[in-house]
């Protein structure tokens, strides 16, 4: 079991600036460590998209796990009342362009709350940073705090992540079994946060590229956004499942959003450069190095005490689909956006959106 003596990682000469939301730490790593990570990306070489599937639960059947955003995205411009999901529809394909197409690969996986060994172990010392662990502490008020997850994230030019919040976890439920959406829209309601497993992330940025900066809205989504330092080698500590954040467009000349669509990968070949693979193996571009975003996000599972924790390890505490539907019910009827108990399972989606999401708004593209 992971212990915090186990922690110890720094960079020479770190220096951390403190907000009240979130920790700017720089730099992450020493230059041998750097470069380290560096050759992990190079070497993994394939990664794949995010998630972009429909959710096979009832109440969201037929929709796409990140509803949410495709909804307010829709909401945004005046089409809520649209077929909630439809591929030929200009809101789906910016949605799908802007949440679903990122490219994305697992360096450390440590599991919930009992850590098996690094998939990587050139990610040890981003898992195990001391800057990460004391500023979780620090920032979400856990003194029990477990490293879990290290998680890259690549952009090719001409593409972003519009407006979002990460997806919250539940002592009981998950995203094997829940929609990403609701999890997403519970957090927001505020009305499941006894529930409700804290999670700290670092934003890690280890390259350079025009475009593509990382911006959240500390102050609320109806407030002006911060932008991350364009540094490399630095980190935004923060509550992401709380706070919105985003990515900007990578630059590309033309302007033009990357051509991507589900379904591609993208590869690091012998000659140093990235290209977007269909799945018939077609090459649709290449690019270099300066042309691609590449990021790393930290994960730290946060507990108030050893008790927290082993309510979670125990399941001695959670909640039920059933639990949960009846309380948003409940709620959703008082602000009256239901009719009735029993509504189906748009109309019901729709109405949790409604009630308590609402991203800033996408200005590009």
Known sequence: MWTQADAGHAAPNESVTRNGTYHLVDPVLGEEELRGIIDLCERVGTYRMASAEMSSTEIGAGLPERFECFYDLARQRGHENDQPYDPTHEDWLDFDRAFTCQFRETYADLGFVEPEESKYPEA????????????????????????????ANLYVAGQWLGPHTDITEYRGISRSTTPQWLLIC????RLFDEWRLRIATAVNFFNVCEGGEFRCYPDGATEASV????????ALLMDTDSFF???????????????????????FGEDRMWRVINPDGAVVETYAW???????SWKGYC??????????????????????????????LERGLLRNRNPDN???????????????PVEYH
């Open 186 to 189: 519970m957090h927001h309601s």
């Open 290 to 296: 300066e042309e691609v975003r590449f990021s790393v």
């Open 227 to 234: 932008a991350a330092p364009k540094r490399a080698n630095t």
């Open 303 to 332: 507990f108030r005490d050893d008790a927290e924790r082993k309510a979670w390890v125990e399941h001695s505490d959670d909640l039920s689909m059933e639990f949960i539907l009846e309380r948003l019910t409940d709620d959703l």
């Open 245 to 267: 954040h985003e990515v900007r467009p990578v630059y590309r000349p033309d302007g033009r959003p990357a051509p991507l669509v589900r379904g591609q990968v993208l590869q």
């Open 346 to 360: 748009v109309t019901m989606a729709r109405a949790i959106v409604d009630a308590y999401y609402h991203a800033p």
């Open 124 to 151: 040890d010392p981003l898992l195990y940073h001391e800057a990460f662990i004391s500023g979780a502490r620090e920032l979400l008020d856990r003194p029990v705090v477990v490293p879990v997850a290290a998680l």
